[in-house]
């Protein structure tokens, strides 16, 4: 039997259909997770499951499920990803996954093809981390990995919970969480860098995750006249804060290979123009392929951050926001990717992933890979993020391929 072919223009017609709510002016979209907008996404992607048939179950941290049966009752093969965004987001970050999948399912139903394990779409809470942290939020709990109510007591900026937010959208499941049943769980993606664009690459075929580190540093000094406060009395918390921001990027240059570091949030306290900061808060993100490597960054992060508080006069302390070891996903369901890919005649390298994914919670629990799609210019997080519709009807060709063959291998 031939393997049907993806419908790619219901594809592209539903990307744009969900990327409608919660758009920006000029384009991008602001569903940052369990807002309004978030709530309106899920209920267009949960009618769009019912639409098809699928058995619809919400969970405890609002992750949620659309199963198609199988011909036997299996712990289901599992694809999807998150739909909500960053502010300035686009049109394919996470949503891509979902509706790939669910563009697979219905390719499936047309042609009237019933696998013999279940298949699963899965859409997951707050994968981004934008609101509430840690990032890859309703995975965790999902795989055990974070207490739920550790997670829904967990509030935003304003102090708003995560559990009266899910309550306040519709999204409370009673579905318990914890210790899933699941065969395999594969991931398709943008890939949200320029390695594959730049190489004229179709696939990226996702061989793990590098490990994350987000601390957020509180400094506190002393504020005072800017024009009346000579230079060597004063304790200024944003004189730190450049400091150790500065370090950061030569931390990484210095370690070299994998090693990543961003300064991504600084806010500063009074934050005026002619007064020294009192108060300095801002995050670091550290990531490295190498957990050995990814624990000596922190370390000297943490020890130049400390001295340079001292030399100023000030204090400082820290708040791990997230934190995740490297992920090496399962090397039989990678091979099968790429055995796919060749198939189907793509051009592709295997590579690791620079950003965290719901896949590297799924590979605590199941067999688990992912892949990418090339992102133009780089391009995500962005409301410029864009990938070539040809791209990606090509990945979720791949995909229906690699979830036929897991869904109907004989054990």
Request: glycine share 10%; charged share 15%; proline share 5%.
């Amino acid at each position: 039997m031939s393997t049907p072919q993806i419908n790619g223009q219901r594809l592209l017609d539903s990307l744009q259909a969900l990327g409608q709510i919660g758009a920006l002016p000029g384009g991008g979209v602001n569903r940052l997770a369990l807002t309004e907008a978030d709530g309106q996404g899920r209920d267009w992607t949960v009618a769009r499951m019912r639409e098809l048939g699928l058995r619809v179950e919400v969970d405890a941290i609002g992750n949620i499920f659309g199963t198609l049966s199988g011909t036997q009752d299996l712990p289901p093969v599992m694809v999807g990803s998150h739909i909500d965004t960053v502010r300035t987001g686009g049109l394919y970050d996470g949503n891509y996954g979902v509706l790939a999948g669910l563009e697979l399912v219905a390719t499936l139903i047309d042609a009237g093809i019933q696998t013999r394990r279940p298949l699963t779409v899965a859409v997951f809470t707050n994968e981004e981390g934008a609101r509430f942290q840690p990032d890859m939020m309703g995975s965790l709990v999902y795989v055990g990995g974070l207490p739920l109510a550790d997670a829904l007591a967990t509030c935003d900026a304003e102090g708003v919970s995560v559990q009266s937010e899910l309550q306040h959208i519709g999204y409370l499941g009673c579905v318990p969480v914890g210790a899933p049943q699941v065969d395999s769980y594969v991931e398709l993606h943008i890939e949200q860098g320029p390695v594959l664009e730049q190489m004229d690459l179709q696939i990226g075929v996702v061989e793990g995750v590098q490990g994350i580190s987000w601390t957020e540093f509180t400094v506190e000094g002393q504020s005072n006249h800017a024009g009346t406060t000579p230079m060597g009395m004063r304790h200024d918390a944003a004189l730190v804060a450049a400091q150790v921001a500065v370090f950061a990027r030569a931390l990484s240059q210095r370690m070299g290979g994998r090693q990543l570091a961003t300064v991504g949030a600084l806010r500063l306290s009074p934050n005026l123009v002619n007064v020294i900061a009192q108060k300095a808060v801002f995050t670091v993100d550290l990531r490295n392929t190498d957990a050995s490597a990814l624990a000596q960054a922190e370390r000297d992060l943490l020890a130049y951050a400390n001295s340079v508080a001292q030399a100023e006069g000030v204090s400082i302390r820290t708040r791990t926001l997230a934190r995740f070891d490297p992920v090496a996903f399962d090397p039989a369901v990678v091979d099968l990717v790429e055995q796919q890919a060749q198939a189907l005649g793509c051009s592709y390298q295997r590579l690791p992933s620079g950003a965290g994914h719901d896949a590297q919670m799924l590979a605590r629990v199941c067999p688990t890979a992912m892949f990418f799609v090339p992102s133009v210019g780089g391009l995500s997080h962005n409301v410029r993020e864009h990938t070539e519709p040809a791209d990606l009807q090509r990945g979720a060709q791949l995909l229906l391929q690699v979830v036929l063959a897991l869904a109907n291998r004989p054990s």
